[in-house]
């Protein structure tokens, strides 16, 4: 069975940083797209980063410079990388596998909150 | 760019048919066929119902289908079920970037 598991996150200072990792198991990680896509407490998806098979990578305005996606084939790891967090980052951060431009597996993801 | 614009909510009694509608530009649903449908329930995971603007994935019932208009897609549930009850999410492929929808709140009654 396809899994995705998200950890890494927890409480943290606005202006502070955070890694999320995601592992996978169960498919072939190197040959899938991954993304991230967060959930704010009571509101709706948002797409935040992309990162190809050939490390082709893509960031949503709101983290662009700020977050990092990265992968590791060997671990089968997914990984965010998020400095200068703010108020607004608070979410539940999931990890997805694409598949023809759609989101096919996600994990249960993991909850950042952002405050002081 | 701006979120897809869905209705907050819709409504339908178990057995009739209830469409969501997903309105975007001609940057986003208007130039790729790349809409996809996600349902989500309280404290889970989206999951996948539609992709591709009409494919349904394996394991999803045949009850979900989609479709597109110009710079407008539809997700179409017949047969309302109790279980459909959730929030249903359109997302189109956009260029580099996924645009999600707000997101419709479907109350089965």
């Known amino acids: 069975e396809v899994q995705l598991v998200e950890s890494g996150g927890g409480l943290v200072q606005p202006g502070g940083s955070l890694t999320l990792s995601c592992t996978v198991s169960?498919?072939?990680?190197?040959?899938?797209?991954m993304n991230w896509v967060r959930q704010a407490p009571g509101k709706g998806l948002e797409w935040i980063a992309y990162?190809?098979?050939?490390?082709?990578?893509w960031y949503a305005d709101s983290v662009r410079g700020r977050f990092t996606i990265s992968r590791d084939n060997a671990k089968k790891s997914l990984y965010l990388q998020m400095n200068s967090l703010r108020a607004d980052d608070t979410a539940l951060y999931y990890c997805?596998?694409?598949?023809?431009?759609?989101?096919?597996?996600w994990g249960q993801g993991t909850l950042v909150t952002v405050s002081s | 760019q701006s979120a897809l614009t869905q209705p907050a909510s819709v409504s339908g009694s178990p057995g009739q048919s209830i469409t969501i509608s997903c309105t975007g530009t001609?940057?986003?649903?208007?130039?790729?066929?790349?809409v996809s449908w996600y349902q989500q329930h309280p404290g889970k995971a989206p999951k996948l119902l539609i992709s591709?603007?009409?494919k349904r994935p394996s394991g999803v019932s045949n009850r979900f289908s989609g479709s597109k208009s110009a710079n407008t897609a539809y997700l179409t549930i017949s047969g309302l079920q109790a279980e459909d009850e959730g929030n249903y999410y359109c997302?189109?492929?956009?260029?580099?970037?996924?645009?999600f929808g707000g997101g419709t709140r479907l109350t089965v009654l």
């Open positions: 997805a596998r694409d598949n023809d431009y759609s989101f096919v597996y």
């Open positions: 169960d498919f072939s990680f190197s040959v899938y797209h």
């Open positions: 990162i190809s098979t050939t490390y082709e990578i």
């Open positions: 001609y940057s986003d649903v208007g130039a790729y066929n790349y």
């Open positions: 591709e603007v009409t």
């Open positions: 997302c189109s492929y956009a260029s580099r970037s996924w645009i």
